[in-house]
Every structure is written in structure tokens, then in C-alpha cells.
T-cell receptor, first 113, second 115 residues
Framework: GNSVTQMEGPVTLSEEAFLTINCTYTATGYPSLFWYVQYPGEGLQLLLKATKADDKGSNKGFEATYRKETTSFHLEKGSVQVSDSAVYFCALRPLQGAQKLVFGQGTRLTINP | NAGVTQTPKFQVLKTGQSMTLQCAQDMNHNSMYWYRQDPGMGLRLIYYSASEGTTDKGEVPNGYNVSRLNKREFSLRLESAAPSQTSVYFC??????????????FGPGTRLTVL
């Protein structure tokens, strides 16, 4: 079946540190991959996406590259800010079938000034 | 545009009570979804509706029913609430089409506690 595994949280970093949140997936074929972000008290928002192997999604300084050989979609940012504190979810949409998303468990990120 | 709206924001129920969570979107999307979010488990799909007039079970449908009232509205009903249904519930909507990367837009959530 389809599944997504994220690194365990919570993750605490200092401002301007480098961020990596690992995400690996299991799926048939070539799914689309997403990172969503949830700020405190809010719903999820799409952060970035990639639809085929070697695609790089980017937004707000965050990047993730679709790696088919390692079935991974790790989220990175070179210099985090306090405002990046949130919960980050990796997700996949299978190539076939309905428009359903399969989510990872989420990683809570806290950035200290 | 308001996007996806949900009511209520918070609710406390006693075991056995019933309630309906309301969701509406103003983006003219065909597809709508209900998820629950539990600590350490991410979001799990309860039910979805690919288009007006159709609904299908997701990963965790037991104890829930849904109604796609029209293109805008998609409600989730708990007929006899149980403590295991304590969770945060999110509604989402998206376009439907041949592309597999259509973004889902989420509402702000309903925090439900069942005592």
C-alpha cells in the first residue's frame, strides 16, 4: 500500500540554522509528492510539491527534491526563522485513482531566537 | 474569497450524543474531503466526495456519515459519539481532473472532545 514516513519530532533549532526534515515514501508507480505546513491554530497550507522524479519544489526558501532511487522527498531550508515554527507534513498522491492524499505523521518544528 | 470554512470551531459532546460538522467552500471545487488529525498519526481520510452527488469511504470511515448537500457543502455526521472520536477534524477541497497534483485547500479545523 501507500505510506509516508517522516522523521520523528519535535525538532528544535536556533534561528539561522540549517533545516532538514526527512521524508520517505512507499507507493506503486510514481506518485506526486507534497509538503504541507500547519501554523498554530490553523489548517494545512501547501508549501511545495513535485510531480515527477528529479523535480525540485521550492517556496519561501524551502526546497525538496523528488528522489525516485531513494523514494525520498526531504525538506530543507538554509536559514530558518522564528516564523517557520509550525508542523510540517509530507504527503503523497498516488498516480492512479481518486485525488486522495496520504500523509506522514507530521514533524513539529520550533525555532528559537 | 473565504476559501474553506468549517463550523463549529470547538465542540464538546457526551458519549452517545450526535452532531454534524459543517464545511463549505467557495472555490467551485468538485472534490471535497474530511480528515481527522490525531497526535503522532498525521491526517487520516474519513470520507471524500469526488463530485456532487457521490461519496466514498476513506481510511477510517467507521462511526461517521457524510452528505454532499451541493457543490459547495460537505457535512460530516457523528451519529453516536465515542471518546475515540476525540480529534481535530479538517475539511478540504480540490479541483478534479487528469492531473495528479491538484492542491487541496484546508479549512481551519474543528476541535471535538467526546467525554
Amino acid at each position: 500500500g501507500n505510506s509516508v514516513t517522516q522523521m520523528e519530532g519535535p525538532v528544535t533549532l536556533s534561528e539561522e540554522a540549517f533545516l532538514t526534515i526527512n521524508c520517505t515514501y512507499t507507493a506503486t508507480g510514481y506518485p506526486s509528492l507534497f509538503w504541507y505546513v500547519q501554523y498554530p491554530g490553523e489548517g494545512l497550507q501547501l508549501l511545495l510539491k513535485a510531480t515527477k522524479a528529479d523535480d525540485k519544489g521550492s517556496n519561501k526558501g524551502f526546497e525538496a527534491t523528488y528522489r525516485k532511487e531513494t523514494t525520498s522527498f526531504h525538506l530543507e531550508k538554509g536559514s530558518v526563522q522564528v516564523s517557520d515554527s509550525a508542523v510540517y507534513f509530507c504527503a503523497l498522491r498516488p498516480l492512479q485513482g481518486a485525488q486522495k492524499l496520504v500523509f506522514g505523521q507530521g514533524t513539529r518544528l520550533t525555532i528559537n531566537p | 474569497n473565504a476559501g474553506v470554512t468549517q463550523t463549529p470551531k470547538f465542540q464538546v459532546l457526551k458519549t452517545g450524543q450526535s452532531m454534524t460538522l459543517q464545511c463549505a467552500q467557495d472555490m467551485n471545487h468538485n472534490s471535497m474531503y474530511w480528515y481527522r488529525q490525531d497526535p503522532g498519526m498525521g491526517l487520516r481520510l474519513i470520507y471524500y466526495s469526488a463530485s456532487e452527488g457521490t461519496t466514498d469511504k476513506g481510511e477510517v470511515p467507521n462511526g461517521y456519515n457524510v452528505s454532499r448537500l451541493n457543490k459547495r457543502e460537505f457535512s460530516l455526521r457523528l451519529e453516536s459519539a465515542a471518546p475515540s472520536q476525540t480529534s481535530v477534524y479538517f475539511c478540504a477541497s480540490s479541483e478534479t481532473g487528469g492531473r495528479s497534483d491538484n492542491e487541496q485547500f484546508f479549512g481551519p479545523g474543528t476541535r471535538l472532545t467526546v467525554l
